[in-house]
């Protein structure tokens, strides 16, 4: 058994599909069933489930998929050893990033890691957080920056930015109070990219320790979609305020004060514990120092 069959395995697995593993390893879909079949046979295990239409793993290739992912960190980290030039570092990186990350300095921190490290590849996923948190443990995605809080167990999470977040809502929607209490915000008509109980860091604390329901909610699904409903009077938003300080500055949003107030939120850049690869590093540090600039 080589290493192009045990990364075969592990890719399939990770993505559900031999032609997606086809597709990332530069091979056939035949290839890739044969190279399945090779490790199935040296392991004398079944570790897909060829009844269904994806590429299921059957309980025993659950149970060896960590194994295999072990064996790949173990080469990367030899040949990362070897050839200490960072020009050679190289990797493929499905990275989860939320919306304010987005559109304030994640075209900078992209463009600092291209630079320096042309080998690394990174595909985006732009999301909320608790999606973001639930495609890391599924392992859908290999690192994020966000605002999740994970199992120093599991994570290993770098501190990157505080964001302060502000109520705003239209000058013209009415029945707001000149400050916003827990009781109050109840009775509004609330927007949110995410329901109280999806919230992370210090927004679902606040949430929770001031036993703050929502009653007229509507969800959408980014900052932008959120701001631009609170304009048209649609209801009031904890909206991020480095974002939209223009449109307080122009009068189409007004920041209602809020007693008590949203603490900052943490936005951290995750990564799996124990996993020190050179790749995930040059994206840690890529991204501390773009978010130090904003």
Known sequence: MNIRQIETFFWAARLGSFAKAAQRLNATQSAVSMRIQEVESRLNTVLFDRSQRNARLTPEGAMLLPHAEEV???????????????????????????????????????????????????????????????????????????????????????????LDFRWMCSLDLEGVPDVLTPASIAQLPILSVTNEWQARGSLLRWFTDNKVHFRNVTICNTFRTTASMAIDGLGIAQLPLALFRDEVRQGRLRIVPGDPEVPPLEIMAIRPLGDDS???????????EAAADH
Not at 115 to 133: D, K, R, T
Not at 278 to 288: G, M, N, R, S, T
């Open 72 to 162: 790949l960190l173990a080469m990367s980290r030899l040949i990362e050893a070897a050839s200490p030039d960072k020009h050679q570092v190289a990797g493929y990186v499905r990275l989860g990033v939320t919306e304010n990350v987005a559109i304030t300095w994640l075209g900078t921190m992209i463009k600092a890691l291209k630079a320096e490290f042309p080998l690394i590849q990174i595909e985006l996923e732009i999301g909320v957080s608790h999606v973001l948190e639930e495609k890391l443990y599924a392992r859908a995605l290999d690192m994020a920056v966000a605002a999740c809080e994970m199992p120093p167990s599991k994570f290993h999470s770098t501190r990157l930015q505080s």
């Open 278 to 288: 050179a790749v995930y590093l040059a994206i840690e540090k890529a991204a501390l």
